[in-house]
């Protein structure tokens, strides 16, 4: 229906297309300006195609009509269900925050914590608006402590902040140091000197910071704005960096000084049709060996987690391990590996999935150690027994939550 206001998000959640009527609802047209974190695609007149990226996509989903929480709540437990029996017993809602037409999850959590009805080990991370300032940093700070201690006191573990500092490639939007073919060097959605006084503040509150950093000058400015905190503060905490598609190799030691986890979805690093397409004419053919250097991370010490980023790409743990292990993509062993030097072996992918993570989130040492929680997932088969090109058909067959079969 033209005459009905669309907007549909992409499938990686940093662009959406907007239809015509959307636009008009917007005020979007020819003469409108992109927001400064974000971008208005347009055809060659200037005329708005209806692509709106990153930022940009906020222009129209201010006008999307609420969710009502206890939609929100229902479609919750259904992906919980889903992601329980794919063996998955703890997880990170990494955006309690209103973007880009999604609501702020908190509500739908605290009613399913305070009715009992969620299953598995939830976590919240607290989204930092882009409209924070110098001026308004110790405001959001403040405010970011009161709610995450309502979140907890309540039973939804919410002990860190969201911070996004940069888009992703594939529309030049990552914050990339080497210019991409067009001479722009993408997204930077935060000053420097920003990323410098807003981490450190939040650390000082006890309150983790969880950085979205694709390329190489994001994973630089968030680095710098971990280094700004005094060590014994940052011990307190558990920060991290997630994605790292890109790295600059001399930032790559920092992780291990700083304490900082690299979290790594792994899912993403092969050669896929996308990879094939897209990314590497961006970055240079020539670099396969330098997107998600989950080996170098390892060698420098740095203490890896892994997960999926889920809706952006499959929570299977099976799947991403295997392209962990392999660089290739699931089922297509005869595809060249997106640099086969950031292999990692079975036994570190899977501690990454296990303990790294449950460790990084704060809900147990992610082991089978006396006193640890009872948190299981039993696959059918034993991994290290089959070729590494099979990892991909393991299947979960049950999951246990605090000694109890949950899923499976």
Not at 49 to 73: F, I, K, N, W, Y
């Amino acid at each position: 229906m033209p005459d009905r206001p669309a907007l549909l998000l992409d499938a990686d959640h940093h662009g959406a297309w907007a239809n015509t009527a959307a636009l008009t609802a917007a005020g979007i047209d020819t003469d409108s300006p992109d927001p400064f974190d974000g971008r208005i695609e347009r055809s060659a007149d200037g005329t708005p195609s209806g692509a709106l990226r990153e930022g940009a996509m906020q222009l129209v989903s201010r006008l999307v009509p609420p969710a009502a929480t206890a939609d929100v709540a229902r479609a919750l437990l259904a992906v919980s269900a889903t992601a329980l029996a794919a063996g998955i017993t703890g997880w990170q809602e990494a955006a309690l925050g209103t973007y880009a037409g999604y609501p702020d999850f908190s509500a739908a959590y605290l009613e399913l914590t305070r009715t009992g009805t969620l299953v598995g080990r939830a976590t919240g991370a607290i989204w930092v608006p882009r409209e924070v300032t110098d001026d308004t940093v110790d405001i959001f700070v403040a405010q970011c402590v009161e709610r995450a201690e309502t979140n907890t006191t309540a039973g939804f573990p919410t002990r860190t902040a969201k911070l996004m500092l940069d888009g992703i490639i594939e529309t030049r939007t990552a914050h990339v140091c080497a210019p991409y073919p067009d001479g722009s060097h993408g997204l930077a959605y935060f000053e420097p000197e920003l990323i410098r006084r807003l981490i450190p503040a939040l650390n000082a509150a006890g309150v983790a910071v969880h950085v979205h950093a694709l390329a190489d000058a994001a994973v630089r400015d968030a680095l710098d704005g971990f280094a700004a905190v005094p060590d014994h503060l940052r011990a307190r905490v558990r920060n991290h960096i997630a994605h790292l598609e890109l790295i600059t190799p001399a930032d790559i030691p920092r992780f291990a000084a700083l304490g900082v986890t690299a979290n790594c979805q792994p899912f993403w690093a092969c050669r896929n049709e996308l990879v094939r397409e897209v990314t590497l004419p961006l970055l240079g053919r020539e670099r396969p060996d330098a997107l998600y250097p989950f080996a170098d991370l390892r060698r420098a010490g740095a203490a890896l987690a892994m997960g999926s980023d889920w809706p952006v790409s499959t929570f299977d743990p099976w799947l991403g391990v295997h392209v962990a292990v392999t660089r290739r993509p699931p089922g297509e062993p005869d595809t060249a590996p997106l640099g086969d030097a950031q292999a990692l072996p079975l036994v570190a992918a899977l501690d990454a999935y296990t303990r790294g993570s449950a460790e990084l989130l704060g809900i147990g040492p992610g082991t089978l150690t006396p006193g640890a929680p009872a948190d299981l997932a039993v696959a059918d088969r034993d991994p290290f027994a089959a070729p590494v090109d099979r990892i991909h058909e393991t299947r979960n067959v049950a999951t246990i939550v605090g000694g109890e079969v949950v899923g499976g």
